[in-house]
């Protein structure tokens, strides 16, 4: 079955970085754009960023471009997404999920937490 396991989340500074990793199992990781959503309590999941299959073409919400970068490494099924200058407003749950244009699995890891606080 399909399986997303999200990691890389913790707790940084205002203006810090971090790093998070999705690895995917469970369906042609290398045939599937992938994206990253993140989700604050009591708001609906906001897509992030988006990767096609090959890694040749990106897109980013308004909110994170110039600051977060999405990769993939299709030999090791993982999607990565850079996080630098990091702002409070960044706090959230983040999650990968394949598709670029929407999510196509109804299933979701567990996510990673990002807390961004002095």
């Known amino acids: 079955q399909v399986q997303l396991v999200e990691s890389g989340g913790g707790l940084v500074q205002p203006g810090g970085s971090l790093r998070l990793s999705c690895v995917a199992s469970?369906?042609?990781?290398?045939?599937?754009?992938m994206s990253w959503y993140r989700q604050v309590p009591g708001k609906e999941r906001e897509l992030v960023a988006t990767?096609?299959?090959?890694?040749?073409?990106?897109n980013y919400a308004d909110s994170v471009k110039g600051r977060f970068t999405i990769s993939r490494n299709n030999a090791e099924k993982t999607v990565y997404l850079q996080m630098n200058a990091l702002k409070p407003e960044d706090t959230a749950v983040y999650y990968c999920?394949?598709?670029?244009?929407?999510?196509?699995?109804?299933?979701w890891g567990q996510g990673t937490q990002v807390t961004v606080s002095s």
């Open positions: 469970g369906f042609f990781f290398s045939a599937n754009g």
């Open positions: 990767i096609t299959s090959s890694g040749d073409t990106t």
């Open positions: 999920n394949a598709g670029v244009t929407m999510a196509l699995f109804s299933s």
